[in-house]
C-alpha cells in the first residue's frame, strides 16, 4: 500500500498558495481600476436610475445594420 500523505499535503499547500494569490491579485487589480473608491458604486446609479444611453460607436453601427 502506498502512501499519499506527503502529496496530498503539498498539493493542499500549494492550492492554498494559488488561492490567495488569485485573490490577492483580484484585489490589487480591482483597487486600480478604482472600485474601492468613493466613485466605484457610480455605474450603479448610472444603470438603475436610466442614465441616457451611451451612443454607439462606428462598429456597433455596422454590427446593428448587417442584422
Not at 15 to 21: K, N
Not at 32 to 45: A, L, Q, V
Request: net charge negative; proline share 6%; glycine share 4%.
Amino acid at each position: 500500500m502506498n502512501d499519499y500523505t506527503w502529496p496530498s499535503i503539498f498539493f493542499s499547500y500549494f492550492f492554498f498558495a494559488l488561492c490567495l494569490v488569485l485573490a490577492i491579485f483580484f484585489c490589487v487589480r480591482s483597487a486600480k481600476d478604482g472600485y474601492w473608491s468613493k466613485e466605484g458604486e457610480d455605474i450603479r446609479f448610472q444603470v438603475f436610475e436610466g442614465a441616457p444611453p451611451a451612443p454607439r460607436t462606428q462598429q456597433e453601427e455596422l454590427d446593428h445594420a448587417t442584422r
